[in-house]
């Protein structure tokens, strides 16, 4: 083809697509987490809300184009073959690292992404020009990239992270000591006055800021430019009052009202800063491309001082983004997963901690801890009564004396995180900083959560590190956006052969991922965590439980096949997969044991007895858990040393070993998925049979040592697997002889 530009276009209008629902997964959690985790308005209204806002901020989003076109770089200093070349680099780039991201349940920033591929990719490309040309030195590479306005918008994106979380915990302390965890009791002039203020700061940020980015602004512009203290004075007096008419008339919270607005005022504000994230460079090339065509001059040398110019976005190209994000909004299951993360951060209550503490989160901690107390001292303990007294969490009463803390956050944690994150991006927005949606929404959750002291003692070292691991992506997503960026630039750059080969790897790396993404989504279904309102009584405990031995049985007897298989095959790299899968399963066996607590707080009093049965249970799987754990490891250390083969006849021995240990753990899969405990008493005949045939194997080991033994290594390997087989099944029949106990005495 005569004009390969057209075959890029079209390539960019694919990924610009296939961005916006990778990005819409990835920044879903920036607008969605406060009103789902406070759980005032249901999913389905939310979703609603959040897609109108989306709607309005894609049209209000066309001044923020201008990013892409010459934010970072100066595009007097390219050709249109140069920034074609730099803008499908950073549509291959971006796609591949949000995807990524996702896959793993991660939020990162698409605005750090886009900023830091178009700078990557355009320093490379300026790079290769320099070389080629005799009269310019490295030196020169400033008067191709606009480090200007790109150093303000990386400061500004860095400055964010501090911002965000120091407004956030500020506003949040303040406003818990106003309201306290007993908002309903608050008098109505207080919630009126809160709703006034919350409800003008969204819409003044929200709504005036954002008509700044449409094309009808210039008409209101003198008006509301000169009169922006009298608006927001009567802006606040009008939502005070309307706000006291629904709370006395209406009698509705005005708190849910204030979380239905924000969700719209933030999904608006995402929309009005991202949409450059994710359609910006297609554009941008859209319009280099429509400049050339009329130039009738070459690619090779056309220079794009076009695109500095203000070029107004097509509306119809806005809405039709719109329209995209809104769908992968109500479509996208790893949109969930990163909306999870959020909220698993910064809820109110203990339990499963995602994250695993590390050495600078347990720092982190004790230096709050120290620092807590000094601030202490400063206070007379009155003061500290009183302000503690603002922060106890009420509990609400159940039958039986049974409590159980408020779930996730409340709704004026919600509102402050939707308000504070509003206002922030919408100033950004207005003055056409490109700040980062992600950045500012975790952040402000971040602060408002540990100022409302959600971050206790049992919580904190894993909330901590989970917050740096966040960051660290964040910082991380930089690095390999430009590192990335410039690479796939200087290929395409080298020949253009290679843009076909990177876009089949793109669709090849998307299609592994989302199938590997829908994989551990099915696994994470299938883990059995205890829910605190399922296991109350005695035929909870019992079905649970059941559940756990079943999917325990028909895993060790899959991983002890593998390992003799394996074993005798001499295959380290089975072995390798077979020893990762064992230690996933003691991973689940101990995340159960770890919520044991939540267990037993969620019995009534009819079935008290069972926790102790529970706790048994688990202590017997995690012992045949260990077992099949040390026979993997010592079998692949084995291997991996190089060792010499099992014999023939120790090989023979352990399969027929694990023949009959195949028929016993297949019985007991099928008595508890059935829930045939009637049928145990024959499992316990069996294993005395298969614990006869380890103890002779054991036998004929020492004789071969007596006789034609020579390798030592052999015959410890060869004794860890039986006498580990032993205790393996030791564990298994414990395990059943007081299942059969405990479902007697209960029936």
């Known amino acids: 083809m005569e004009d390969p530009y057209i075959l890029m276009l079209i390539a960019l209008a694919v990924l610009a697509i296939v961005d916006l629902v990778v990005g819409v997964s990835n920044d879903a959690v920036n607008f969605l987490n406060s009103a789902i985790g406070s759980k005032a308005i249901s999913i389905r209204n939310i979703m609603i809300i959040a897609s109108v806002g989306v709607f309005f901020g894609a049209v209000s989003s066309s001044g923020m184009m201008e990013v892409a076109r010459k934010g970072i770089f100066n ?5 249109f073959q140069d920034v074609m070349y730099i803008f499908m680099a950073v549509m291959i780039t971006d796609i591949l690292l949000l995807d990524v991201f996702n896959s793993l349940g991660m939020p990162t920033s698409t605005t750090v992404s886009i900023v830091f591929e178009l700078l990557g990719s355009a320093v490379v490309i300026a790079m290769v020009k320099i070389s080629q040309n005799d009269a310019e030195s490295v030196s020169a590479i400033w008067n191709y990239i606009n480090y ?20 956030g915990a500020i506003v949040q302390y303040f406003s818990r000591i106003i309201y306290s965890f007993n908002f309903e009791s608050r008098p109505t002039y207080i919630n009126s006055l809160f709703g006034g203020f919350a409800i003008t700061a969204i819409t003044y940020f929200i709504i005036i800021k954002g008509l700044k980015g449409t094309q009808f602004y210039d008409s209101l512009k003198e008006y509301l430019e000169g009169n922006t203290l009298q608006i927001v004075a009567a802006s606040f007096v009008i939502w005070s009052a309307i706000s006291y008419l629904i709370i006395k008339i209406f009698k509705q919270n005005i708190l849910v009202i204030i979380i239905g607005v924000g969700t719209f005022s933030l999904a608006m504000a995402f929309a009005g800063n991202d949409l450059v994230n994710f359609i910006g460079v297609p554009i941008a090339a859209l319009n280099s491309y429509e400049a050339w065509n009329i130039s009738g001059v070459s690619p090779e040398v056309f220079s794009m001082g076009s695109l500095a110019k203000k070029v107004p976005s097509n509306i119809w190209l806005l809405l039709l983004a719109g329209g995209i994000m809104v769908v992968t909004l109500w479509t996208s299951s790893k949109a969930k997963s990163v909306i999870e993360t959020g909220i698993n951060l910064s809820r109110q209550g203990e339990g499963h901690e995602k994250f695993q503490p590390n050495n600078l989160s347990r720092v982190v901690v004790r230096f709050a801890m120290v620092l807590n107390t000094g601030i202490n001292y400063l206070f007379p303990q009155k003061t500290q009564d009183f302000i503690n007294a603002k922060f106890e969490k009420p509990v609400i009463k159940l039958p039986k004396d049974k409590t159980f803390e408020m779930p996730a956050f409340d709704l004026v944690r919600a509102s402050v995180n939707l308000i504070m994150a509003s206002v922030l991006i919408s100033i950004a927005t207005s003055m056409k900083l490109p700040l980062s949606t992600t950045y500012v929404t975790f952040m402000v959750a971040m602060g408002t959560s540990l100022a409302d002291r959600a971050w206790g003692r049992e919580s904190a070292v894993y909330r901590v590190a989970g917050v740096l691991n966040v960051i660290g992506g964040w910082f991380l997503t930089a690095l390999i956006a430009f590192i990335a960026a410039g690479i796939v630039a200087y290929f395409i750059n ?10 089949l790897l793109v669709a090849f790396l998307i299609t592994k991922n989302s199938m590997a993404h829908r994989k551990r989504a099915k696994e994470v279904k299938r883990k059995n965590h205890i829910e605190r309102s399922e296991l109350i009584t005695i035929n909870g405990v019992i079905e649970e439980s059941s559940d756990h031995i079943s999917g325990v049985a028909d895993r060790i007897n899959k991983l002890y096949t593998n390992v003799v298989d394996d074993l005798a095959n001499h295959d380290l790299n089975k072995l390798r997969k077979t020893d990762k899968h064992v230690e996933k399963l003691n991973e689940e066996i101990d995340e159960l044991k770890d919520n044991v607590f939540y267990f037993i707080k969620s019995l009534d009093e009819t079935s008290v007895q069972a926790s102790r049965f529970y ?7 995690q012992d045949a858990a260990q077992s099949i754990s040390y026979i993997s490891r010592a079998s692949f250390k084995h291997v991996n040393n190089n060792h010499k083969n099992l014999k023939k006849g120790q090989l023979k021995d352990l399969k027929g070993i694990n023949n009959q240990l195949t028929e016993i753990l297949d019985n007991v899969s099928d008595v508890f998925k059935s829930r045939e405990f009637d049928s145990l008493n024959p499992i316990l005949i069996e294993k005395r049979e298969l614990l ?3 103890s002779l194997s054991v036998e004929k080991q020492v004789s071969r040592i007596r006789t034609d033994e020579t390798s030592p290594k052999n015959s410890t390997l060869y004794f860890s697997i039986l006498l580990e087989t032993k205790d393996l099944m030791k564990a298994l029949m414990n395990l059943l002889e007081i299942y059969e106990e405990f479902y007697l005495s209960t029936k």
């Open 615 to 621: 706790i048994s249970v688990l202590g017997y799987l």
């Open 75 to 79: 595009p007097n200093m390219f050709v």
């Open 148 to 167: 200007n306005t790109a150093t303000d918008i990386i400061l500004g994106i860095l400055l964010s992270v501090i911002v965000a979380f120091t407004v």
């Open 494 to 503: 080298l020949h253009i052969a290679f843009i076909p080969v990177l876009l």
């Open 692 to 694: 006869k045939n380890v």
